[in-house]
């Protein structure tokens, strides 16, 4: 595939975006304290506290139609047992996030669109080596369900990943339903992957990382079955070879009306029309600089109806709490 030259305006929103061609720019700047902070590189970051900012649309933007992002809030604190929130999924009625750790306990959290907590549920049967995202879609005999990634693998050496599936807990839920294990391998070879989206018509897709090979989207079988190994196909690769850290995908959400994709890296998001991915093209993503919100380590991004877009940071090394931002954004249909 020939990419689209890249628009280089600045150094962190092009190393964290390289990985995309024909880029659209929105960026939002912030005033106000912030404390100075290191990452796990030793890169010196700094503390996100609550902004509002108004929305500022780029020319580029309006040639791609009504594009523009506004940051509503950002540096929310997560209740102290979400210490790694590294995936966000939206509850059925729209005002919760379902989020997770990557490690320890096979549990949901979740939490108010404020960060306040509202409860964690046991996932039955299911097991964590690195869960990395949650997103909601369709049970496959009707109602809603919950998918679980566990696709993380920093050496490249997992033969098989597990994507858990489970009908949405209700209110007051202490533990879930029995969760069953979609199984399943590269068929080129272990990747680490950080992000999983789910369409509105059940299709389930993981996204690799770059760290330990190219950038890519794959699509499991509709074939596959619960405990039944199944191989996954690549849809398009973004990107060849590994990227440097901040060029690396680590969340990603499918739009409830199932026409745009967002990928998140540390300090940007792109989004993708789903129909581009879908044909193996990458199309024209739009991007938007993250940089302002200052997360300590953006992990995850979710899609509501209404153009909301949250965020979710780790606390780096559990050292600060996760972390909360919230984006309204205009995307063109």
């Not at 509850?91 to 549990?107: F, K």
């Amino acid at each position: 595939m020939q990419e689209i030259p890249l628009m280089r305006a600045g150094m962190a929103l092009m190393a964290a975006t390289a990985l995309i061609g024909g880029l659209t720019m929105v960026v939002v700047p912030r005033d106000g304290d912030r404390d100075g902070r290191r990452d796990d590189d030793g890169a010196e970051q700094v503390a996100a506290a609550p902004v509002a900012a108004a929305p500022v649309p780029s020319p580029a933007a309006s040639a791609a139609g009504a594009f523009a992002c506004r940051v509503d809030t950002s540096g929310i604190a997560l209740p102290a047992a979400v210490h790694e929130s590294s995936g966000l999924a939206l509850n059925g009625g729209g005002d919760a996030l379902w989020t997770h750790n990557d490690s320890g306990e096979p549990l949901l959290h979740l939490v108010g669109t404020d960060g306040t907590p509202r409860g964690q549920v046991r996932v039955a049967g299911a097991t964590v080596t690195d869960w990395e995202d949650v997103a909601a879609g369709p049970c496959p005999g009707g109602g809603r369900c919950l998918y679980i990634a566990d696709i993380g693998d920093n050496q490249a050496a997992r033969p098989h990943i597990t994507l858990w599936r489970v009908p949405e807990p209700a209110a007051g839920d202490a533990q879930t339903r029995p969760a069953e294990a979609l199984i399943a391998e590269y068929p080129d070879g272990p990747h680490d992957a950080e992000a999983m989206f789910v369409m509105p018509d059940g299709g389930v897709h993981v996204v690799t990382k770059g760290e330990t090979g190219h950038v890519a989207v794959y699509r499991l079988p509709r074939t596959a079955r619960a405990g039944t190994p199944a191989r996954l196909e690549q849809v398009v690769e973004l990107r060849p070879g590994q990227v440097p850290r901040p060029e690396r995908i680590t969340g990603a959400a499918a739009a409830p009306d199932g026409h745009w994709i967002v990928l998140r890296t540390l300090n940007a998001l792109a989004f993708y029309r789903a129909g581009d991915l879908s044909a193996g093209r990458m199309g024209q993503p739009l991007t938007y600089d993250l940089k302002p919100l200052n997360e300590k380590q953006g992990e995850a991004v979710e899609l509501a109806p209404d153009g909301t877009v949250h965020l979710s940071s780790e606390g780096g090394k559990k050292e600060d709490p996760a972390t909360l931002s919230r984006l309204t954004c205009t995307l063109p249909r």
